[in-house]
């Protein structure tokens, strides 16, 4: 701080000391000169600067390690007042000069000659004046402690008036913190002091001959003392650096477990004053109570992000991976090697009473007291506070559930003193809390992820239109139509396929999630669909697997992160975009298309994607959770005839015969498009009366060898093997007229069915049922009307077998 930068009374102080200690200068100047003072106190000045040559100023320890204090004081009592101020003034000047690193301020220099010099005139007097002759020890002994006195507070008051009024400070704080502490140096010096003079009595040229070794020894001490500041202070700083790492350590958790922001230094408050409560006295005891409750967590460093941040109830396997993190956090602080029992605490806080915690199912009082405050400290929090799997509650029912689990869960004694705390303790808890400024990069996490869920729910950005598709909407229709009645090899093929309709990609792969951390393939459509073929991902892990755990898009990302697991070259790919597959707050898998040119997916293929995983989603949900298919399950229960899953099973085979034979095959799909709105009016028995007539009437008109199956929920699918495309149109005119004349009235109530049938042929069509049956969905554009029957049409045309 410069001269210029000094508060006015500052400067004030130090001009009035200046102009104070000018004319006692000259004064003693004047009084060294004219008085013949005997030589001797020169002689103790020449030891006083030799010693602040020869000892050095501890920055640490606020102090100068020297005996010129001693040598000061024993002038002022031999001597007189003229040169003790001369010596004094020496002895400041060539302290300043040691010291001098860094510079001292001009300013400074002269303040500390001032005061010095003052102090000097006021002590000296002080001593004079209770002191008339003699230099015994019963002469000198009053005068002696008198000067020490106003030595001590003279200088110290002087001094703590300036840097207080510099620093801001009270002058009294600053007294009291920075020289109460070494009060007691100054009546050494005095005693060194009056040692000096006394041995005067014996002879005259003793003092000298005993000054140099009282300097000696009480230097030697000082310097020891000194060291002793100096590894005090050193073991306070490192002290220090170990609460500020261990606080670290805990914001390294905080920052992982993005969900329990505060958490855990509200659990330390409600720990350490626990121990307090319990009677703990014990210093390292108190400790690693207070430091395990920082970190109990730390062990999640070891768990999966997605796991420690899912929304909703976390699976057998997520649960037991985060059971880990109670041992993985012993482990982690075994390698510390803390002085007290940190890591113990930490692997038994999740321990409960009753025996049935985890890792180790401690019972009672095998569970260490630290540990049993630390479960209730923590479980009380995550009681109280909002989790990923829970709401908040309030205090009182957080007392409850805690009443409730003691003896369970909980040491019964300490949910009772904990209880009969827990206002105070929640007051201190969130003062401490609230004390914490959050961590400026959450804040910025926080940004980007609102910044994401604004992208993602935004249909206009990038040229997206808020019009929906017709492919999109077929999607959605079928998806809905079809939920119970398909199985995953079944359907997904045909999602596949529409999914090329609208976004552009070399290899699209169904990702769906097990019960073993992963997720596994369960079709792949495209290049490299072989090796693709049942490929595992970690949760978590590559694209896919990121993308499942974290419940979020990616787009445009290295597609190789999916693949380096598997041998072979997938250079080729350039783009990938991959959305999760959700259904009730559950994931199921994801959609994860690759792009071997460069295709660089925008936002409006990204809200297609999404969209139509939001229709599949259910169908995937229901087909996961039926399992794989019984026999019994191939029979649709209302109409009596197979489920599409049987066509997909028997279908392959009779396209094979037929491309033995090269023979033709029409699949024909029939829809009915207002059932819903008749079962709506009428009711599902209605409906499913319906359904049952018009599958009795297509039966009819079927072959042995043809194939009936039910497709969703309005719709009937056939298979006719050896049938051309103009017998098949036939048959859909004749189907017409039959569902017209025997469905068309119900328990006495007429009804209009409204039909829409496609036909697509093998192989023009499709090499496959699943191509043959998007052909003729496709292909739906034969609306058969009234006239369009005649005796012609409606001939029984098919050969029976």
Known sequence: MTWTELPAKLKIYISFLTIAAFPIALWAVKGVLINEYDSGWLVLTLLTLLTALGFQYFPSANTIIGIGDAFI??????????????????????????VRNPRIPVYKIIFNTSSAICGAWIYSNVFHFFHHEGTGIADIFLPAVLLVTAFFLINSLLLSIAVAWSTGNTIARFWIKSFMPFAVDFPVSAVAATIIVTTREFNEYMPFAVAPIIGVVWGWNKVNKARAKEAENHLEEQEQLYLRTVESLALAVDAKDQTTYGHIRRV?????????????????????????????????????????????????QEF??????????????????????????????????????????????????????????????????????????????????????????????LVRLFVSHVDELELEAEIASANIEELSFRKYFENVDQALSNAETTANDNGFSQDIPTELLQVAELCSTAIGHLDLQDFLPIIARRIEQLVSFSTCAFYLSDDKGCVRTEYVCGAFSDLLQGHQIGMGKGISGWVAAHRRAMVNTDPLLDFHDIEGDFSCFTDTMVVPLINDDTVLGTISLYAQDPTSYNQSDLSVLQTLAASLAPMVAEAKQRGSTKPEDVIDPTTRIHRISYLTAIGPQV??????????????????????????????????????????????????????VRYGHQGFVALLPGVRIEHARRCVLRLKHQIRSEVSTVGGQNFSI???????????????????????????????????????NVVNFLPKA
Request: charged content about 25%.
């Open 73 to 98: 004081m024993a002038i002022a009592m031999m001597y007189g007042i003229a040169p003790c101020i001369i010596a004094t003034f020496i002895h400041t000047i060539i302290i300043c000069i040691v």
């Open 268 to 316: 330390r408050v409600y720990a350490t004053k626990m121990a307090h409560l319990c009677g703990i006295k014990d210093p390292d005891e108190l400790k690693a109570i207070t430091t395990g409750a920082l970190l109990h967590d730390i062990g999640k460093l070891a768990i999966d992000d997605y796991i420690l941040n899912k929304p909703g109830k976390l699976s057998k």
């Open 320 to 413: 037991d991976k985060i059971k880990m993190h109670a041992t993985a956090g012993d482990e982690i602080l075994k390698q510390i090697h803390f002085p007290f029992p940190v890591a113990k605490y930490v692997r038994y806080h999740h321990e409960r009473y009753d025996g049935t915690g985890y890792p180790d199912g401690l019972k009672g009082e095998e569970i260490p007291l630290g540990a049993r405050i630390l479960t209730i400290a923590d479980a009380f929090d995550a009681i109280r506070f909002s989790r990923p799997y829970k709401l908040p509650v309030s205090t009182d029912e957080a007392v409850e559930i805690l009443e409730e689990q003691s003896g369970a869960a909980f040491d019964p004694g």
């Open 655 to 708: 396209i094979s015969a037929a491309a033995r034979k090269q023979s033709p095959i029409c699949l024909i799909y029939l829809e009915l498009r207002n059932l819903y709105q008749i079962i709506r009016i009428y009711g599902g028995n209605v409906g499913n009366t319906i359904l049952r007539r018009i599958a009795s009437c297509i039966k009819t008109e079927l072959r042995e060898t043809d194939i009936l």
């Open 754 to 792: 409204d039909c829409s049938a496609g036909i697509s042929i093998y192989p023009k069509d499709g090499t496959s049922i699943s191509t043959l049956l998007q052909s003729a969905q496709d292909s739906r554009k034969i609306n058969i009307s009234e006239s369009a029957l005649s005796d012609e």
